[in-house]
């Protein structure tokens, strides 16, 4: 009987021999992996260890973490694999890189679970603040700064903010996590969530309907800017008085103490109005009328569908044509000026709206 052949097992010498000789599923990690490994020896130039029980791996100088000489023989690390193989066979570790992965997951878990953190700004620009945390660099968004720090510049000159946000540099700053994706190196702060719940959150210090008192910190074309205990509320232009103002610049300025009321409070942002402490004027005057009643008013505006009439007391009230028995063209030869006699035909005090018909 002829005698069989038996193939003789090559010697397994590397890393990626080992790979093709047990199959990819055989191999418990991979590049990019975060492996447990045991200390085997220490010295100046690289960490010597012992992988998972299969084989030996080594972290150079330059991949050493902050405490890697503190370590020694028989301590357990966690690094991550660089390659498979080095130049000498051994599995190349890093230590540094298995720090950034742990310390992308503590954010991770910090988000998740709205904890605060401290973070030391390292740089500005117009958009906002490049801050480091922990080794890893993300940015907080001037939109998310707090009332401290809001670089808050009559006229929004770019230049005036960037001088403002540039003093930050160097501070440190106590934030929330907004945004973070490890794959895109992506890390998004707050320090104004991380003011609003450090105070308790916003819902919990004022209630709507409730008087305030705060100071003024910001005037734009569309309303007031409002300290209110680190918290920043607005008043719209319209919620400002009852009757038409144009430029707040002439009202208001930067640093007056102003009373006002609150009128909503919605997704962390308080709402508030000066002109609701007091009764509205208008509906206070719309009471006096009734229908029926006879008026005079002199005509403020004419268009299409009607004429607009400006009544005593600051009233206006509205002539539509289908109250002149739809004969537009008489609509259209009312004058802005002219004065005429009126009957009230609607009070409408929800919408602040008055129907009038022509007399004469």
């Known amino acids: 009987m002829p005698k069989t052949k038996v193939k003789e097992k090559t010697e397994v010498e590397s890393m990626d021999a080992l790979s093709e000789e047990l199959g990819v599923e055989m191999i418990p990690f991979g590049v990019g992996d975060s492996v447990e490994c045991t200390v085997i020896s220490v010295s100046n130039h690289r960490l010597l260890c012992d992988v998972k029980g299969l084989t030996c791996g080594f972290v150079p100088e330059r991949e050493f973490s902050f405490d890697t000489r503190e370590l020694k023989p028989g301590d357990k690390v966690i690094a991550s694999v660089m390659a498979m193989e080095g130049k000498d066979g051994m599995v190349v570790l890093s230590l540094r890189r298995a720090d950034r992965d742990k310390l992308w997951d503590t954010l991770r878990e910090k988000m998740e679970n709205h904890s605060s953190l401290n973070v030391k700004v390292v740089s500005a620009n117009r958009g906002g603040l490049m801050v480091d945390a922990g080794g890893l660099s993300g940015f907080l968004p001037v939109s998310q700064l707090s009332v401290e720090h809001y670089p808050r510049v009559e006229g929004g000159d770019p230049g005036q903010i960037l001088y403002r946000l540039k003093k930050l540099v160097g501070e440190t700053l106590t934030v929330k996590i907004i945004a973070v994706d490890k794959n895109e190196e992506k890390l998004i702060f707050s320090e104004k969530e991380a003011v609003s719940e450090a ?26 800017f409002v300290n209110l205990k680190s918290i920043e509320g607005l008043i719209h232009i319209s919620e400002v008085s009852w009757d038409h103002i144009s430029d707040l610049n002439k009202l208001y300025k930067v640093g007056q103490k102003i009373k006002a009321k609150v009128v909503k409070i919605e997704n962390g942002k308080v709402s508030l109005s000066i002109k609701r402490l ?79 018909r022509l007399l004469d």
């Open 199 to 224: 105070l308790g959150g916003v819902e919990s210090l004022f209630e709507v309907g409730e008087v305030v008192e705060g100071e003024i910190s910001g005037i734009a074309p569309f309303g007031l």
């Open 278 to 356: 007091t009764e509205d004027p208008w509906l206070k005057q719309m009471k006096k009328l009734r229908v029926g009643q006879k008026v005079e008013g002199e005509v403020s505006k004419v268009t299409a569908y009607g004429a607009f009439v400006k009544l005593k007391d600051a009233l206006d009230g509205l002539v539509h044509a289908s109250q002149v028995g739809g004969d537009v063209e008489k609509i259209k030869n009312l004058k802005v000026g002219d004065k005429h006699r009126f009957e009230v035909i609607e009070l409408k005090p929800e919408s602040r709206r008055i129907g009038l």
